[in-house]
Structures are given as structure tokens and as C-alpha cells.
């Protein structure tokens, strides 16, 4: 019997990937490389300071703990900046309909994700007074596929983690819901281990 529902963000309830892809790009680009598509499929749930490494990586370029630090700063700038312009009509189709739902039949709804700006784009979103627990990389110290930002959300809900259930757009964050030992729907195609997968939350309620 699922009691708690924890969702992952990006990619799940809204589509920040776009603004990540073009942030991570425009550094990319100053550092004199490219950064494609599928290379930002690979970023998805991976925490800033390890995607910046990995795109370090396929730039073929060193940098120093203080320069990585430097140029996650500028990305996140970047990105804030055209998050800035995000409105509540960029909130992925089905999130709001399920959130509403949640609650009125008594589920516990916690956040599971790797951003830091969490707090600051469900504000923007307007989805934020529907969530009972938020954990973000602002608490989370080991990134998914670790189960420390499930656990966490289940131990802030006082839930044990076989009643929750966690939506999830990651292989990454797939494989950190299984090691919790919750239930998990994978949005997208292409996920393993996933109980369910649909291709958006509009499938379900219908
Ligand atoms: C999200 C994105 C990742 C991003 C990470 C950290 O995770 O999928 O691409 O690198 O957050 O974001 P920030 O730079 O805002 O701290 P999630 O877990 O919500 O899918
Ligand atoms: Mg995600």
C-alpha cells in the first residue's frame, strides 16, 4: 500500500533539461569544445559539480578545484537566468492534475531531486505548497544512483520506503529508488528496473 509519492524533478514534473543543455553548451563553447544532445542525456540527474567534470572530461580540458568551481558558478548564472524567464505553462503535462490528486486523497508528496535550485523553481512553478517534505542537493550529499535523497524524503515523511513510490526520469535516479527499496514508475523510454514506465505523468490518472 503506497502512502508516499517522492518525485524527481527535472524531467519529471517540469523540463529544465533545455535550460541545463544550454547553459552547459554556452561553457562548453568558451572552453572551445561542443556539447551535443546525447551528451546532456548523460547529465540528467547528475549533480553540477559531476556533470561539469564530465564535460571537462569530454572537452579534454584541466582545471583546477577553484577554476571548477569558477565555471559551475558562471553555468549555474546562465542558467538561472533563462530559468528567469520559465512560466507556470512550462510545467511538464499531468504534474499539477497528479499533485492535486495526491493530496486530496491523502498521499504524502516529497521532492527527490539533485538540483539545488529546487526551492527556487517550484516557487517559480507555483507547485510548491503541494509537497509535504523537499530534498535537494542543497541536503544531499551523495548523488543518485546513491538512495541517500530517497531515503531521506521517506525518513522527512516518516514513511518506511517500501509504501513510497518514486517518479523518476534517470536511469540514475531509477537505480537510487530500487537501492531505497521503493516502488518506481520511470517517465521515458529506455529505463531498467522500473516497475511501470509511461511516457509522461498525464498517463497516470487516465
Ligand atoms: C537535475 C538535472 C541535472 C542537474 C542537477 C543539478 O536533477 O537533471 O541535469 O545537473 O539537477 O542541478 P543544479 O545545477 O540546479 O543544482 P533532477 O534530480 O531534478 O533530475
Ligand atoms: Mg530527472
Redesign the pocket.
Known sequence: EIKGVIF?????LVD??VF?FQAWKRLAQELGSDFTEIE?EQ??????I??LEKILNWAGVDASESEKIEM?ER??RW?LDLVEQMKADEILPGSLELLHWLKKNGYQVAL???????PL?LEKTGMISFFDVLV??NSVSLS?PNPE?FLKAARDLKLLPEVCLVF???QA?VDAARAAGMSVIGIGSNLNGTDLSISSLEEVLN
Open positions: 524527481d524533478l527535472d524531467g519529471v529544465t533539461a541545463h546532456n547529465l540528467k540527474g547528475v549533480s553540477r559531476a556533470s559551475a553555468k549555474n542558467y527527490g531531486s539533485a538540483s539545488k535550485n529546487a523553481i535537494d542537493g543518485k535523497v523518476e526520469d534517470a535516479g
